[in-house]
């Protein structure tokens, strides 16, 4: 049991850790209803209605990730306009993004919100007020709306530093009901996912999955990290 109603969710990485591949598949489970502890809420037994916005790609690429990924991932599935939102916000100002966010979420009223990502809904993560500012907004809209909100964040580049950057890193860390940390093993071409933090259910089993030749993901055994300094 994860991603719960009401309650926000951290997904952070370093950079290319595949934070939106394993976002990906979360999509894809919600809508084949293999739905986690979203459960349904609407009588007439549809899928979970999923909100995507992206803020950090090219419309292209969120295309491409929607055709080549989700979609294959989803099979046969045919009410993807009733279900699937997705909307680019790459190159809009934080307030527009902020203000399409909200009217998107009280509009759709969706089971689940992928926001990829949050630091693209302030001018400075570094800044204590824009980050209460956001984390309220936000907890808000989840529970007015009786979803899940699904926030991206980078951690900070060091190597040994596992942290979500800034001031809305330490925020969301300490508003989001779990935590999930996405990484990518270079010597084994494998992504691994540990849900880090957790308010009610601990989730001890990392996942680990490597991209087949359709570039999609398929579980594997854990592999040989090698160790760092941490």
Not at 152 to 180: C, P, W
């Amino acid at each position: 049991p994860c991603f719960y109603r009401g309650e926000l969710v951290a997904v952070c990485g370093k950079a290319k850790s595949g934070k939106t591949l394993f976002l990906s598949m979360i999509m894809a489970c919600c809508l084949t209803d293999r739905i986690l502890a979203l459960e349904r809420v609407s009588d007439g037994g549809k899928p979970l209605r999923v909100l995507w916005l992206d803020t950090e790609q090219s419309q292209q690429s969120t295309q491409e990730i929607m055709l080549k990924r989700i979609i294959p991932m989803a099979g046969e599935f045919s009410d993807f306009d009733e279900c699937f939102y997705t909307y680019n916000l790459r190159g809009l100002g934080y307030e527009t993004r902020r203000d399409l966010m909200e009217v998107a979420i009280n509009t759709l009223h969706p089971d689940i919100v992928i926001i990829d990502g949050i630091k693209d809904l302030v001018t400075d993560i570094n800044d204590a007020i824009q980050a209460t500012q956001i984390m309220e907004q936000l907890m808000a809209l989840a529970q007015k709306n009786n979803c899940c909100i699904v926030n991206v964040l980078h951690q900070n580049k060091s190597e040994a530093d596992h942290n979500m950057r800034g001031s809305i890193g330490t925020e969301l860390t300490n508003k989001a009901f779990e935590v999930y940390t996405c990484e990518f093993i270079e010597e084994s071409d494998t992504f691994k996912v540990t849900q880090r933090l957790s308010r009610r259910m601990r989730i001890k089993r990392k996942m680990f999955y490597q991209l087949n030749s359709d570039g999609l993901p398929v579980e594997c055994a854990a592999r040989q990290e090698k160790p760092r300094d941490d």
